[in-house]
């Protein structure tokens, strides 16, 4: 995995945005919550959502620890992206990317993958 094959996972994942948190920081979003962040600097690295029980087993992996200041919420830091298989980075960031929408209120959820109505403005008669 490296950032340009992570951008192209991601960026095919319905409702998905991005935007450049503290300065250097780049990060995937779907419904304005993050799912994925990645370094714009080198070395590549990436942080994701897991399941209780994945964040468990994946932490005790060389390359991969408990993702600074989200890890009570079960994010992970990958920082050898030789610690996962390709399959497996594309299943742990479309789970991710699961995660963040199950999380999400009903009614955001069914506008995933519309286009957003334009408001319409009444003018004064």
Known sequence: MNASA???LC???EGT???VKWGNDLCYLVAGKMYCVTG???P???SFKTTPEEFAQLTERAGIIPAPYVARYHWVLVEKA???KETEWAHFVKQ???LVVDGL???LKRTLGRPVAKSKVRRAK
């Open 44 to 46: 590549f690295t990436a």
């Open 105 to 107: 209120p009903g009614k």
């Open 17 to 19: 945005t991005t935007d």
């Open 82 to 84: 030789g610690a996962l």
């Open 96 to 98: 991710s990317h699961q």
């Open 11 to 13: 960026l095919g994942l």
């Open 40 to 42: 714009l600097n080198a």
């Open 6 to 8: 992570l951008e192209k």
